[in-house]
Nanobody, 119 residues
Framework: QVQLVESGGGLVQPGGSLRLSCTAS????????MGWYRQAPGKERDLVAT???????NYADSVKGRFTISRDNAKNTVYLQMNSLKPEDTAVYYC?????????????WGQGTQVTVSS
């Protein structure tokens, strides 16, 4: 299993920026995919952005052009840079790590960090 610790959540005004961090308990070069998901009250948990160990990225349509996912292998950390934030971005954001090995898919989740966009 992989332990994931998120940080960087908080309150920000519409149009503002915030950067989330997720630090893993093992080298992220050995993790196939790391990413971010979010869940608002009464809604399903949805994909926000993912990044593979070789740099391929995937973004939800609602955040394309505003959010950027990146990695720092030396720090075992993945980031989510969020710009031009909107009230509808308000949610609990969860870090995710997926390892495909031994014929199975292994997924780990952080405990979540609250992001609130409000004036």
């Amino acid at each position: 299993q992989v332990q994931l610790v998120e940080s960087g959540g908080g309150l920000v005004q519409p149009g503002g920026s915030l950067r989330l961090s997720c630090t893993a308990s093992r080298s992220i070069s050995s993790i196939n995919t790391m990413g971010w998901y979010r869940q608002a009250p009464g809604k399903e948990r949805d994909l926000v952005a993912t990044r593979t160990s070789v740099g391929s990225t995937n973004y939800a349509d609602s955040v394309k052009g505003r959010f950027t996912i990146s990695r720092d292998n030396a720090k075992n950390t993945v980031y989510l840079q969020m710009n031009s934030l909107k009230p509808e971005d308000t949610a609990v954001y969860y870090c995710n790590a997926v390892i495909n090995a031994w014929g199975n898919r292994y997924a780990s989740w952080g405990q979540g960090t609250q992001v609130t966009v409000s004036s």
